[in-house]
């Protein structure tokens, strides 16, 4: 009976996306049009669910800082490491709804792994900032531009870390034989 195969293949995922209240999930390529349809999705779905204006500027504007860092970053792409407009880099972005009403928004994508001890030291001083530090740093770097070697303003992680409500968490998988995985956690 093949529609008791799919149930039982993909059943335990869609029960385990609705137990987790995951409100959106994504895996696979992104692009600066499928990150646009993404963000008007998230937008509409958070405002029918009538979550407080402050928390829907927050978590989607942590969300485009995330899926731009995929689009910028991801090892795993289908354009030419040297194409700067028109990217389309793999990985994976969810929101899920806390019990708290509050919102969990996680990350994965393949990095290069020379990337992964600036990124980590990066991150780790981000955790040990405080807010203050944070919008201080946001602010520094409005005015003295992009770090070398972004391909974007470099406000990114600082945006995602001042809008967060506690220190952002995050991981590499340097274990699964590709490229490093980065795991990106923040409480919104």
């Known amino acids: 009976m093949p529609s008791l195969m799919i149930a039982d293949k993909y059943g335990p995922f869609f029960d385990s996306a609705r137990q987790y209240q995951v409100i959106f999930y994504y895996v696979g390529y992104f692009s600066q049009h499928i990150v646009a349809a993404m963000a008007d999705a998230v937008k509409l779905q958070l405002e029918v669910a009538d979550v407080a204006a402050p928390t829907r500027r927050k978590l989607f504007s942590s969300f485009v800082e995330i899926a731009q860092n995929i689009i910028h970053y991801s090892a795993?792409?289908?354009?030419?490491?040297?194409?700067?407009?028109?990217?389309?880099?793999?990985?994976?972005?969810?929101?899920?709804?806390?019990?708290?009403?509050?919102?969990?928004?996680?990350?994965?994508?393949?990095?290069?792994?020379?990337?992964?001890?600036?990124?980590?030291?990066?991150?780790?001083?981000?955790?040990?900032?405080?807010?203050?530090e944070i919008k201080q740093a946001y602010r520094q770097t409005l005015r003295g531009g992009p770090p070398e070697g972004s391909k974007g303003a470099g406000l990114g992680f600082?945006?995602?870390?001042?809008?967060?409500?506690?220190?952002?968490?995050?991981?590499f998988d340097t274990e699964s034989g590709g490229s490093p995985v980065l795991y990106l956690k923040a409480a919104i």
């Open 76 to 132: 795993d792409s289908l354009t030419p490491p040297s194409q700067d407009n028109g990217e389309l880099r793999h990985g994976s972005v969810c929101i899920r709804r806390e019990t708290d009403g509050s919102f969990m928004l996680l990350c994965a994508n393949p990095i290069d792994s020379l990337m992964v001890e600036n990124l980590r030291m990066k991150l780790s001083a981000l955790r040990n900032m405080t807010l203050e």
């Open 158 to 171: 600082l945006t995602v870390a001042r809008d967060a409500k506690e220190p952002l968490e995050f991981d």
